[in-house]
Each structure stands twice: as structure tokens, then as C-alpha cells.
């Protein structure tokens, strides 16, 4: 690992292995999306990064020069806009490493969203902070993130179809306009703007989703460890 490296290390929710991204600053520490209490972007030690796991190196084709990757990283300390669909550890690492705000792990993602039953975090939270048995405790908080995660899985491929829809029908508008269809461009833009609010209204559900799945996984931690 070197300054600069866009670094990730493997961990694990509900028995699902991701890979937690950052960036190496060279000086024994690593910037990414914490989210141990609140979730911010910050920098901690090499240590508490991998958690005892291996810590990997990310490939680029391209990337930006160390200290302008870092500088990227150390412009964001502090920043608590983190969102699991918009604005993830990955995204956030590839900002700073390449200039794009993406995330390829998502494209694993979905389910249907309304066939899934989502969980109350206060109810979750209140076991958490009680006397309740840490074991079926765990188990609840467990099956309420896997619940999450299936149901994005075809929120995600939805949102991004009407993405591509709104742009479709306003290349559509443009070109009945360049050959004075006036009313064939009216009818694309009304299916615009039908597409653009589908996609705002997925958009919106995919970030509840993304805030219930951070404050599940912060309650958890309140949860004792069962006895050995």
C-alpha cells in the first residue's frame, strides 16, 4: 500500500461478505465512510480500518496523483451525507481515486420492493437497550437487514430504466422539434416528465432504505455480544 491507494477490505452483514472502501493517506492512516456512532467521513488508523481483516489494493486504469487523491479524500473529513445507494464508502473512495461517483457492488443488489415487509428500527432498538436475550436479538436485527437488501433488488434496476427513459423521450422532444413536430415533442416531454417524477419517487425509497439500513446496523451494535 502506498499514499494515494484507493484500499478496501472485505466485511460482512448478514453472512454477505461486501468490500468497505477508503484512501490510503501514506501516514498510517485511512479516510473513508465511517460509520461507528455517526456515519462520517473520517480518518482512523490502518488498525481500526481492516478490523483484523486483510486490507486490499484497488486497480485503476487512471487515477489522479497521490496527492491529489488524498487531498480529494481530506476535503470530504466530516462529511455526514452518507447514503448506501447515492453516496456509499465506494463511491465516496472512487470520487477521490478516478473523479466518479460510482459503486459496482450495487449492480448485485434487488428484489421486489413492495412484496417485501420492512422493519420498525424503534421497536428493534427498544429489544436492544432491554433485557431481551442478546441471541434472538441479534437474529431480529439480522433478518430486518437482509429484508433491506432484497428490497432493493429490483428498486435499483428501476431507478435506473427511468433515468434512461427521461433522457430517451428528451432526445425524442429534440428531435420532433428540429423537424417541427411541435405536437409529437409536446407528447415526449409529458412521458419526460412521467419518467423523471418515477424516478425521483424511486430515488426517495431507495434513500429510506439506505437511512433504515445505517440505523439498524448502529442499534445492532448496542446489542451484547451472547456468552461463550
Known amino acids: 500500500m502506498a499514499r494515494g491507494d484507493q484500499v478496501y477490505v472485505y466485511r460482512d452483514v ?66 455526514r451525507q452518507y447514503d448506501l445507494f447515492f453516496n456509499n464508502c465506494e463511491h465516496f473512495a472512487n470520487w477521490c481515486k478516478i473523479g466518479r461517483n460510482e459503486c459496482y457492488q450495487l449492480k448485485d443488489f434487488g428484489l421486489r420492493f413492495n412484496q417485501i415487509r420492512l422493519p420498525q428500527v424503534g421497536e428493534l432498538g427498544r429489544r436492544a437497550a432491554t433485557t431481551e436475550p442478546p441471541e434472538p436479538t441479534q437474529k431480529l ?47 415526449a416531454l409529458y412521458k419526460k416528465m412521467a419518467a423523471k417524477k418515477e424516478a425521483i419517487n424511486l430515488k426517495t425509497k431507495l434513500t429510506q432504505l439506505s437511512d433504515l439500513q445505517l440505523s439498524l446496523e448502529q442499534n445492532q451494535a448496542l446489542v451484547p455480544s451472547p456468552p461463550v
Do not use: M
Open 141 to 187: 436485527f439480522s433478518e430486518a437487514l437482509e429484508n433491506v437488501a432484497l428490497a432493493t433488488r429490483t428498486l435499483l434496476p428501476q431507478y435506473k430504466a427511468a433515468l434512461q427513459e427521461t433522457l430517451t423521450w428528451h432526445r425524442v422532444a429534440q428531435q420532433a422539434l428540429a423537424k417541427n413536430r411541435e405536437d409529437l415533442a409536446q407528447a
Open 14 to 79: 448478514i453472512g454477505v461478505p461486501y468490500e468497505h472502501h477508503g484512501i490510503d493517506c501514506g501516514d498510517g492512516s485511512i479516510v473513508h465512510y465511517s460509520k461507528r456512532g455517526k456515519a462520517e467521513v473520517s480518518r482512523t488508523a490502518r488498525a481500526d480500518f481492516a478490523r483484523g481483516q486483510t486490507i486490499y489494493t484497488k486497480s485503476q486504469p487512471t487515477s489522479f496523483i497521490a496527492d491529489i487523491v488524498v487531498a480529494r479524500a481530506e476535503s470530504r473529513i466530516g462529511e
